[in-house]
C-alpha cells in the first residue's frame, strides 16, 4: 500500500520559515518524481515545486528563491525548506510521486503565516 505522510506544517509569523516532509512508503521512491502543491482557502490546488529522480528541480516563480526542494532517498522522503514566509503562503501542502501513470497523493499539512 503506497503511503506519503507530510510533516511539518504550524503556525509560523512572516518572515519565519519551515520545513515540511514527505515520507513515501510502497514505491520505488529513488525513481520517482517527487512535488510538492498547496491549496489555500477558496482556491484551486496550484504546483509549488518539482525534483526530478535525477536531483533537477523546478520552482514556481511565487516562491523561487525563497524555497528549496530536496530528497533523501536514502530516507525515501522528500523536503521543502520554506524561507522568508508571507501571509499568502498560507495553504494545505501536499506532496505528489509521480512515476509514468503511478501517482500517488499525500493527505497534507496544513502551513498557516500570520503575526
Known amino acids: 500500500q503506497v503511503q506519503l505522510v507530510e510533516s511539518g506544517g504550524g503556525l509560523v509569523q512572516p518572515g519565519g520559515s519551515l520545513r515540511l516532509s514527505c515520507a513515501a512508503s510502497?514505491?520505488?521512491?529513488?525513481?520517482?518524481?517527487m512535488d510538492w502543491y498547496r491549496q489555500a482557502p477558496g482556491k484551486q490546488r496550484e504546483w509549488v515545486a518539482t525534483i526530478t529522480s535525477s536531483g533537477r528541480t523546478n520552482y514556481a516563480d511565487s516562491v523561487k528563491g525563497r524555497f528549496t526542494i530536496s530528497r533523501d532517498n536514502a530516507q525515501d522522503t522528500v523536503y521543502l525548506q520554506m524561507n522568508s514566509l508571507k501571509p499568502e503562503d498560507t495553504a494545505v501542502y501536499y506532496c505528489k510521486s509521480s512515476y509514468g501513470l503511478y501517482v500517488y497523493w499525500g493527505q497534507g499539512t496544513q502551513v498557516t503565516v500570520s503575526s
Open positions: 510502497g514505491i520505488i521512491f529513488s525513481i520517482n518524481t
